[in-house]
């Protein structure tokens, strides 16, 4: 007997097409790689933020710190 580990068969949620989910496969362990690939290939677009929304942004994220670090260490006397 061959004690070789086949890979799992699983059925896409987008096509129904059966494929094999092997551990080097992209994208989604429930679609196959045709119906990943397109999610895969736009997930690396970047956005383009100008100064005044990256400052607001950094302010934004530093009040939010400011009021945990508030929440998480005041002294209840």
């Known amino acids: 007997m061959d004690d070789v ?3 799992p068969i699983k059925t896409c949620v987008v096509c129904h ?7 080097d496969k992209p994208g ?3 679609r196959c790689p045709e ?7 736009g997930a690396g677009s970047k956005v383009k933020v100008d100064a ?3 400052r ?3 302010e ?3 009040a939010r710190r400011e009021a945990m ?3 998480l260490y005041r002294k209840d006397s």
């Open 5 to 7: 580990m086949a890979f």
């Open 17 to 23: 097409e059966e494929f094999e989910l092997r551990p």
């Open 28 to 30: 989604f362990a429930n």
């Open 35 to 41: 119906c990943s690939s397109p999610e895969a290939a």
């Open 52 to 54: 005044d929304e990256r």
């Open 56 to 58: 607001t942004t950094a």
């Open 60 to 62: 934004a994220n530093a």
């Open 69 to 71: 670090k508030n929440l």
